[in-house]
């Protein structure tokens, strides 16, 4: 429990990221306008600027 309570305590924004802020991600990975990103990092830190 003490480790859930600090998780995500260490990024910019002090929280971790919640499911709806991570879901467009998802999204644009899956949609088919995105065929031509290959090989791409999605970063999603909280704002430390690196995946």
Do not use: C, H, N, W
């Not at 600090?6 to 910019?12: A, E, H, I, R, V």
Request: net charge negative; glycine share 18%; proline share 8%.
């Amino acid at each position: 429990m003490e480790k859930l309570e600090k998780f995500g305590g260490m990024t910019p924004l002090g929280r971790p990221g919640q499911p709806v802020e991570l879901a467009s991600i998802y999204v644009q990975l899956a949609a088919s306008d995105a065929s031509y990103a290959t090989g791409q990092v999605y970063g999603s830190a909280g704002g430390s600027g690196q995946p």
